[in-house]
């Protein structure tokens, strides 16, 4: 995965549109669904439970189905790429531990993951507005620098790969 540049006010749009049109497309579907199995499958005098849980997980899975068919949209690029780095993200975190005491040891692959997952964390607290940490995040991604430099490797987040998270 490469980190690309986003347009902050663009993302935040869509990104309010896409969760809005899921939130409304979840309701009406799980109550037309629901209703529809309470109508032909069930009695007045039982509970509805099972059949309301029938309804949303029905309403989960056509919503899931039409956000993997709209993934490729021109609309959804900032979504869909915000949504896949906070995944690479997440898969870095689950290493971090082991990461980050090899980044300590000047392991050039170690070096080479802390380096994305800093600057692609910092790029989602900038688009998500969520500072409060953020000045943690730079002193540990200028410690990363600084040991990246001394190495004499190149600070672009272009070298990395997926395929490097296998080592740890």
């Known amino acids: 995965m490469k980190l690309k540049e986003i347009d902050k006010a663009r993302y935040s749009k869509h ?3 896409v969760f809005s049109c899921i ?5 009406v579907i799980t109550l ?12 007045p005098d039982v509970s509805h439970l099972w ?8 309403a989960a899975t056509i ?10 949209h021109p609309f959804m690029l900032e979504v869909v790429y915000v949504w896949d780095l906070k995944q690479m993200l997440n898969r870095i975190y689950r290493k971090q531990r082991k990461i980050e005491t090899a980044a300590e040891n000047s392991d050039h692959d170690a070096m080479i993951i802390m380096n994305f997952q800093y600057r692609g964390s910092k790029q989602l607290y900038q688009l ?15 410690s990363n ?3 990246m430099e ?8 272009d070298s990395f790969e997926v395929e490097l998270l296998e080592k740890f």
């Open 23 to 27: 939130v409304v497309t979840l309701l």
């Open 32 to 43: 037309g669904v629901s209703t529809l199995i309470i109508q032909f499958f069930s009695t």
């Open 63 to 72: 919503v899931i189905f039409i956000l993997n068919k709209l993934r490729q």
């Open 15 to 17: 990104l309010k549109i």
């Open 51 to 58: 059949h309301n849980l029938a309804g949303v997980a029905i």
């Open 145 to 147: 620098d600084h040991r």
């Open 150 to 157: 001394a190495a004499g490797m190149n600070l672009s987040t």
């Open 128 to 142: 998500d507005d969520n500072t409060i940490t953020i000045d943690n995040l730079v002193t540990k991604m200028s």
